[in-house]
């Protein structure tokens, strides 16, 4: 078994783990909500579905990466993690606005909150929560799928403490209005939550640049491996929540061309290490195709659907392709 193949499988193990201890606490809070009449514990239940679907979609991803491409899907089953984020993030969205519509109205009328059991349940989510963090844990420094689920998990466990909070303050004041009033900060957390999965997700299906990277550094780290004289042509983007892509034109010296190998494995290591860009498709050039500076830019322009056109035009090249250059294209 190799090393990859050892710590794909203790991460779903893990996975697993934080998933049954996340579905027990949902379904603790939404039988306790009820019971208890407590919305805190309902918005709770919600915000704990949030962290459940993170927690799936996590370890989807994993999967849909054992998955092989295919000559009609060449990026495999990885964008599906990024619409189901989207619908989640809608569905959540749409229960937060539930929930302070709720809220709202206890503000105006509280009702009576069976506070200890309340306070009781809320303490048995508090440390299911914590325990699927703790099954995250060790695997959350180096690995950014797994990272996202532990913050999401970390998440829940504080609104769990505000709903502690509220449980043993209306049980010695019977103050029942904090109930509502926790239930709206819940809400707004989730509306904050649910907000940035689908405002990710978006990013992702735009083709944006991964949040946390500047094109301008990446193209200065590039530069620093020795050769390297110039880049341009470059784009960034993100195929799923843990692939990150890169494209580039690399201009090097004429005299580097028995070295271009070497080369191109100095620049995916750099990009790896310092920004885990892991797919990466380099084209080195002894003389640079273009005066663009950045990314490549993309024009809409007519198919050729005639031969004949095409052959009427033999001087047009594609906007932004290299003409009279050296190429060597390098995909990783």
Known sequence: MSAETHLDKSITGRFKYAIILTAATLLAELIGGFWTNSLALLSDAAHVF??????????GAIKLASYPA???????????????????????FLVAIIICYEAFGRLLHPEEVKSLPMLLIAVVGLAMNLFAAKALHSHSHDDLNVRSAFLHVVGDAASSVGVIAGGIIMYFTDWYVLDAIISVGIGCVIFWGSWRVMREAVHILLEGVPRGIEVNEVAAAIREVDGVEEVHHLNIWTICSHIIALSAHVVVPATFRGEHGGMLRKIEEQLFERFHISHTTLQLESTRCTEAQGAKQFRHRPR???????HAHPH?????GCKGGHDHDHTH
Not at 304 to 310: F, G, M, P, Q, R
């Open 50 to 59: 949030l962290d459940l679907f993170a927690l799936l979609l996590s370890l």
């Open 316 to 320: 047009q090249h594609p906007h932004g």
């Open 304 to 310: 050729a659907s005639s031969v004949a056109h095409a």
């Open 70 to 92: 295919s000559d009609t899907r060449t990026f495999g089953w990885h964008r599906m993690e990024v619409f189901a984020s989207f619908i989640n993030g809608s569905t959540v």
